[in-house]
């Protein structure tokens, strides 16, 4: 992304809006303001190949901040922002931020993850604090010229900070001119039409991989990133209205809560909005049906990695002809199915899903934990199997395999099921230990509001999915929770409800 580009064509030309506020930058204004950081950044003696790591919510200075870390030959890092302070602090111990910018609500969070550190440049968004200076109020001394020593940034995705050490993923640095940037993405750009006419819906956090990526892409060509401060359905079908959306991008736990609203059959279509794409998680047969017949037929889907091995993609046309595949391997991608040693299995055989790693990876990953014996294969713990046509269906993740009585049960599947049922908001399943059969499957379910938890809706839930699917892979037990933890993507922290579902026992 490299602002002057467009702003030297279109300088009135919005690149980023908040959907709520209405609060936005002109290509003109992040270029200005991305340059005002850059200097300051340069005084204050944050060098190029150092870090810089964003803790804020969806704010109007994320693509300020972004765009100045890229045209600086900054590592730009976007951290979760609900973190808490230790679990921050691991990130900072790993990343060793050189600067952070942050807002007045995390503050605190920050400066308990320092510890005390005063070699960081603290920034924050809407006030200055001890030891934080108003980002506002320091750049309006700033020159808003490019600085003398531009140079391509690159990005650093975190995964791991709640559950363990911090394992990142870092972008090469190339050592080129911003202006001189490799498209990246740009078979998956294609396919989805992004160019300098899109209008982007962003629902999601931006520190996650997929907003991050496609608000770069879509500001890289030219066009405008509409940015939900936080995630609401009916306000998302409101500003694919008022912005006249032409691209929006989900996780299938939002397509859900739009499948959900109240008022749906009242709510008017833009017509406008021409392209839809999913991924984060494999968005369940029926739901992706649902709303393509709502839409139109408009909804895309992908499937990659943020280590940036590789990704696959399937149009909304093919997801009809082959429901429940997340697609081929688009652009250079080489993906396989193997066994534990990455060895090729048969076709239509269900195995690990690898990806061939490019002689030029782009991510150099901190904590390298593929599980591929080749270097040149990588798994990140899926399950799935390829077809005739050479469509990739996954069935779930190895690390929440159920084995029982020596037969392998994927919880997505039934998962995707118990979502269907019209009383159900939300489902997760896992394998809890059994006498008998080794594992035992179990559902928590979070029911929708004014629904009775009680012995009769269980039954009925495990009768709809005895009906959908063999009946060894139904839960024997379900128990109801008023609340399932995801987090503000759409993730479901699995690991963490299984385990307190298992200390209750």
Request: aromatic fraction near 8%; hydrophobic fraction near 40%; charge should be negative.
């Amino acid at each position: 992304m490299y602002p002057p580009t467009i702003a030297a064509e279109r300088p009135d030309a919005v690149a980023f809006v908040m959907a709520t506020s209405g609060t936005s930058l002109t290509y003109s204004e992040l270029d200005h303001k991305s340059n005002q950081l850059a200097h300051l950044l340069r005084a204050r003696g944050v060098t190029a190949g150092r870090s810089l790591l964003l803790v804020m919510e969806n704010r109007i200075e994320w693509p300020i901040a972004v765009a100045a870390g890229m045209r600086s030959g900054l590592y730009v890092t976007p951290i979760n922002r609900y973190l808490t302070g230790p679990e921050l602090a691991a990130v900072f111990a790993e990343a060793d931020p050189a600067a952070v910018v942050t807002s007045a609500a995390l503050r605190d969070t920050v400066t308990e993850a320092l510890a005390g550190r005063d070699d960081v440049v603290l920034l924050c968004t809407d006030g200055a604090a001890e030891g934080f200076d108003d980002l506002h109020a320091v750049l309006a001394d700033q020159s808003s010229t490019p600085i003398a020593d531009e140079a391509l940034g690159a990005r650093v995705m975190y995964s791991g900070g709640t559950t363990g050490r911090p394992k990142a993923f870092r972008q090469q640095l190339l050592g080129v001119h911003p202006a001189q940037a490799p498209a990246r993405h740009g078979a998956l750009a294609e396919a989805l039409g992004v160019d300098a006419n899109t209008v982007l819906l962003s629902p999601a956090p931006n520190y996650h991989a997929a907003p991050f990526t496609f608000q770069l892409m879509v500001l890289a060509a030219g066009g405008t990133v509409v940015c939900m401060e936080r995630f609401d359905a009916g306000a998302a079908m409101a500003a694919i209205e008022r912005y006249r959306v032409t691209h929006s991008q989900w996780v299938p736990t939002m397509l859900l809560r739009l499948l959900r609203l109240e008022n749906r059959d009242e709510i008017a279509l833009s017509p406008s909005h021409k392209v839809a794409f999913t991924s984060g998680a494999t968005c369940p047969v029926e739901v992706k049906d649902q709303i393509n017949d709502w839409w139109g037929t408009i909804l895309h889907e992908y499937y990659g990695a943020s280590e940036g091995y590789g990704y696959t993609y399937i149009s909304a046309e093919e997801s009809r002809t082959h429901p429940g595949s997340v697609g081929r391997p688009l652009g250079g991608t080489r993906v396989r199915i193997g066994n534990e040693a990455s060895e090729p299995l048969r076709l239509g055989e269900v195995g690990r899903v690898y990806f061939a790693r490019p002689a030029d990876a782009a991510y150099r990953n901190a904590d390298d934990t593929a599980r591929a014996e080749g270097a040149n294969w990588r798994s990140m713990g899926d399950s799935g199997y390829i077809d005739a046509d050479g469509f990739l269906y996954l069935v779930g993740r190895e690390s929440f395999m159920i084995i029982s009585g020596g037969v392998n049960i994927y919880p997505e599947q039934i998962e995707e099921v118990l979502v269907t049922h019209p009383d159900v908001a939300d489902a997760a399943v896992f394998g809890v230990p059994d006498p008998e059969f080794g594992e035992k499957v179990t559902a928590v379910v979070e029911l929708r509001p004014g629904r009775g938890a009680d012995d009769e809706m269980a039954r009925v839930l495990i009768e709809h999915c005895r009906g959908a699917m063999a009946g060894f892979k139904a839960p024997k037990t379900i128990e109801f929770i008023d609340t399932l933890p995801r987090t503000p993507a759409g993730k479901l922290n699995k690991k963490n409800l299984r385990a307190d579902y298992l200390a209750a026992r």
